[in-house]
């Protein structure tokens, strides 16, 4: 049996409007959990349109990716 915990990664999670040194270090198994889980936990204030955009770091290899998140929906796609 498997615990879902192992596949978790660590990443460093931000508003894109507030800076990195804002960040929250996130436990999830994707970029995308990792930047809704951030969302679920944190009051922030979204843009006019209700949306709000995110940076995810995945701390062990580097990569970094935006999503944008419409907080009436849960919708998540990346930063165009």
């Given at each position: 049996?498997?615990?879902?915990?192992?596949?978790?990664?660590k990443f460093s999670v931000?508003?894109?409007?507030?800076?990195?040194?804002?960040?929250?270090i996130v436990h999830e198994p994707s970029y995308e959990a990792a930047?809704?889980?951030y969302v679920e936990d944190l009051a922030i204030a979204p843009d006019d349109?209700?949306?709000i955009s995110v940076i995810v770091r995945d701390l062990d290899?580097?990569?970094?990716?935006?999503?944008?998140i419409d907080l009436n929906?849960?919708?998540?796609?990346?930063?165009?």
């Open positions: 049996m498997t615990n879902a915990a192992n596949d978790d990664r931000h508003a894109r409007h507030a800076g990195p040194h804002h960040a929250r930047a809704v889980a349109d209700g949306e290899t580097g990569g970094e990716h935006c999503f944008r929906t849960g919708e998540t796609a990346p930063c165009g």
